[in-house]
């Protein structure tokens, strides 16, 4: 069983920063291929960010290219993503999601993801 908790989401204001973490509590953590999905109200969950299982590989959407990073510290059983610039249609209820790795590839899709986190809210408004 895997379990993943979302921290550090919060109030932002327009052009600041936040960083999202995502902790696990699994042994294999160092197999997994690791995804930010986030979902405002009315809309679909979308794809934000998405991560190989050795880091290899990064995909980022259009809408956070430049402004977001995704990070994974496998010693530590995390995933990070650093948001910059941050606009307030980036406010969004933000979740990571898990799957054991088949190939040095990442996931894009909500179909894809096995394992969920709970979701951390993000804000961004002046």
């Known amino acids: 069983q895997v379990r993943l908790v979302e921290s550090g989401g919060g109030l932002a204001q327009p052009g600041g920063s936040l960083r999202l973490f995502c902790a696990a509590s699994?042994?294999?953590?160092?197999?997994?291929?690791m995804d930010w999905f986030r979902q405002a109200p009315g809309k679909e969950r979308e794809c934000v960010a998405a991560?190989?299982?050795?880091?290899?590989?990064?995909y980022y959407a259009d809408f956070v290219k430049g402004r977001f990073t995704i990070a994974k510290d496998n010693a530590k059983n995390t995933v990070i993503l650093q948001m910059d610039s941050l606009k307030p249609e980036d406010t969004a209820v933000y979740y990571c999601a898990a799957e054991p790795a088949r190939d040095n590839s990442y996931h894009t899709g909500v179909d894809e993801y096995t394992y969920w986190g709970q979701g951390t809210q993000v804000t961004v408004s002046s």
């Open positions: 991560i190989s299982w050795n880091a290899g590989k990064e």
């Open positions: 699994v042994r294999t953590w160092g197999t997994y291929v």
